[in-house]
């Protein structure tokens, strides 16, 4: 059973960046393709980033696009979202997924873990 814990979320005003992490209890952590979903008030969890187990691969949802970078740290066990030129449409509560299958995978909700969540709003 992999354990994620999502932090750095906050209140920022449009314009404004945060880095949001997400700590993985997994000593194997470095196995598994690691991705971001965030969901809206009355709106469906949407996808935003998404990365391979080693780093080497990323994929943004087109919303998230040369916006937010995806990275990691695997030994670490730790997975980031940096998030810059923050919009108001940005708001959502975060959260961390991750999946031994890969991009194919952690991109979707079928995501086999996921994080409690860490709120994001976004003031205009």
């Known amino acids: 059973q992999v354990q994620l814990v999502e932090s750095g979320g906050g209140l920022v005003q449009a314009g404004g960046s945060l880095r949001l992490s997400c700590a993985a209890s997994e000593r194997t952590f470095s196995n598994y393709a690691m991705g971001w979903f965030r969901q809206a008030p009355g709106k469906e969890r949407e996808f935003v980033a998404a990365i391979s187990w080693s780093g080497g691969d990323t994929y943004y949802a087109d919303s998230a696009k040369g916006r937010f970078t995806i990275s990691r740290d695997n030994a670490k066990n730790t997975v980031y979202l940096q998030m810059n030129s923050l919009k108001p449409e940005d708001t959502a509560v975060y959260y961390c997924?991750?999946?031994?299958?890969?991009?194919?995978?952690?991109?979707?909700?079928?995501?086999?873990?996921w994080g409690q969540g860490t709120q994001v709003t976004v003031s205009s």
């Open positions: 997924a991750s999946d031994r299958r890969g991009l194919a995978v952690v991109t979707t909700t079928r995501s086999a873990y």
